[in-house]
């Protein structure tokens, strides 16, 4: 059995339109779908909320969020 390698680039193709949690270094949580990502790492978020210690502060329609300020970005699974 082989197993294929996969790169983050690979993995951040395949989650385009799929929601994800994106905390950033400053300990805040985005939640929403992928719309987009650059080779910066900015990325826009549809659908989102704005999670601060694990509670709801606010929601927007559309968001971006700078590479730089990104610690990681997450699949999950859908509420729906």
């Known amino acids: 059995m082989s197993l294929r390698k996969q790169t983050p ?3 951040l ?3 385009i339109g799929r929601p994800v949690v ?3 270094n ?8 992928l719309a987009c990502l650059d080779g910066y790492m900015n ?4 659908q989102t909320e704005e999670y601060v ?8 329609g559309d968001a971006f969020l700078r590479g ?7 699949t999950q699974k859908r509420k729906m």
């Open 26 to 33: 400053s300990g805040v949580d985005y939640r929403g779908v």
């Open 43 to 46: 990325i826009a978020v549809e």
């Open 53 to 60: 210690n694990g509670q709801l502060k606010n929601k927007y």
């Open 68 to 74: 730089n300020n990104l610690l990681y970005i997450s």
């Open 22 to 24: 994106v905390k950033l």
């Open 13 to 15: 193709k395949q989650i």
């Open 9 to 11: 680039s690979d993995f």
